[in-house]
Each structure stands twice: as C-alpha cells, then as structure tokens.
C-alpha cells in the first residue's frame, strides 16, 4: 500500500483504542482514509471513477490565541491504461500553469515533487481570493503493471483571520485525510525534493 503522505500503510491500519477515530472508505482497491472529526459531503467511488468531498473544521493559531475556520477538500481520480504522458506530473502541472493564474490561483514557486518507476507525487500549495483562502494541491500516479491510478486531492482553507505565513497547511491536510492505493511494486525508500518553478 502508498499513502498520499507516503508512510508505511501499517501506520493508518487502527488500533482497538483508535478505530473510532479512522474511517475508511473503497478507493478503486484501496482506501480514502478519514481521521478524526470529518464529514463526507458527497461520493461516487466506482471501481474506475473516484470523486469524493470531505470537510471538517479546524483551529488555526496558538492555544493562547485559536483562529477558527475550515477544510473542504474535494478528490477525483481514475483508473485508466498507463502511459508516460500521464505519469509525468511536472509536465502535467507544467502545463496547467497559465489556466491556475488566469483562475486566480497563487501557485507557490516551490514544488514538493517525489518518484519511483511506479509512484509519483507533486505537491503545490498556493493562495487565492474571493474568498481568501490557502490549499494543498497533491497529485498522484501510481502504475501497476499496463494500469494507472490517476488521482487529484485539492484542500481549500479558509478562516476568518490569516494565522500567518508560518502555518504548515499540508501537514493539517494529512492530519485529517489520506490515500492508500495498492500498486504491485510498492517503494520501500521514497525521497522528497523540493523544486523552484520557471514562473
């Protein structure tokens, strides 16, 4: 099994004291993977099809000083032949740039971008208006043999104050929800590299 956070699938596997906490639902022949507090709004999880959204709310800030606000996070993914074009997720994303401006979407420089020969993962985090909000965007592609699991998580936040520049959106997201997608050859090393865009 490989996460969307990409750590050994034993971890999200619950315990007796925590299964109360960690929902699980079909994903192609995995799972979309739900912890703690979050509400399903909608879902279509076929055995070629995924389109799913979730929310939950979150608390922003220090103890001593809590911002409210929320994540609505909408997945979509398919089952489809492999090809080369379709596992290239920085040409992919490449590609989309001019589309994510004209639609208002503040794309940070940096990029956190990971690969084997049958996983790969890009993760851009950004801004936008109207409303202000912040969102992980993570793609993934996982090859099985002549298959490809295509699949799109993008989390919106948003919240009545700006918590700041330092707080860490992705590891809020990964908190609360995941992806395990079986592939015949799963990593057993997977390195992260942050990559800077041409623009």
Same mark, same amino acid.
């Given at each position: 099994?490989?996460?969307?956070?990409?750590?050994?699938?034993?971890?999200?596997?619950?315990?007796?004291?925590?299964?109360?906490?960690?929902?699980?639902?079909?994903?192609?022949?995995?799972?979309?993977?739900?912890?703690?507090?979050?509400?399903?709004?909608?879902?279509?999880?076929?055995?070629?099809?995924?389109?799913?959204?979730?929310?939950?709310?979150?608390?922003?800030?220090?103890?001593?000083?809590?911002?409210?606000?929320?994540?609505?996070?909408?997945?979509?993914?398919?089952?489809?032949?492999?090809?080369?074009?379709?596992?290239?997720?920085?040409?992919?994303?490449?590609?989309?740039?001019?589309?994510?401006?004209? #639609?208002?979407? %503040?794309? /940070?420089?940096?990029?956190?971008?990971?690969?084997?020969? @049958?996983?790969?993962? !890009? $993760?851009?985090? +950004?801004?936008?208006?109207?409303?202000?909000?912040?969102?992980?965007?993570?793609?993934? #592609?996982?090859? %099985?043999? /002549?298959?490809?699991?295509?699949?799109?998580?993008?989390? @919106?936040?948003?919240? !009545? $104050?700006?918590? +700041?520049?330092?707080?860490?959106?992705?590891?809020?997201?990964?908190?609360?929800?995941?992806?395990?997608?079986?592939?015949?050859?799963?990593?057993?090393?997977?390195?992260?590299?942050?990559?800077?865009?041409?623009?």
């Amino acid at each position: 099994m490989i996460r969307l956070s990409l750590v050994p699938a034993a971890f999200f596997l619950p315990t007796p004291s925590a299964a109360q906490d960690i929902v699980q639902l079909p994903l192609f022949d995995g799972a979309l993977v739900l912890s703690g507090e979050v509400g399903l709004l909608a879902s279509e999880l076929e055995p070629d099809v995924a389109v799913a959204s979730v929310w939950r709310p979150v608390q922003f800030g220090t103890p001593e000083k809590p911002l409210a606000g929320r994540m609505d996070c909408k997945l979509g993914g398919l089952r489809t032949d492999y090809t080369e074009a379709m596992f290239d997720l920085r040409q992919r994303y490449r590609d989309s740039k001019s589309r994510r401006r004209e #639609a208002g979407l %503040d794309d /940070d420089r940096k990029t956190e971008f990971e690969a084997t020969d @049958e996983v790969a993962r !890009l $993760q851009v985090t +950004g801004n936008a208006n109207g409303p202000h909000r912040h969102y992980v965007l993570t793609y993934l #592609a996982l090859r %099985d043999g /002549d298959t490809l699991y295509d699949l799109r998580l993008n989390c @919106e936040f948003r919240h !009545l $104050q700006d918590p +700041g520049s330092n707080t860490d959106y992705a590891a809020i997201m990964h908190r609360y929800i995941d992806i395990a997608v079986p592939v015949a050859a799963a990593p057993t090393a997977f390195t992260a590299t942050t990559e800077q865009s041409d623009s």
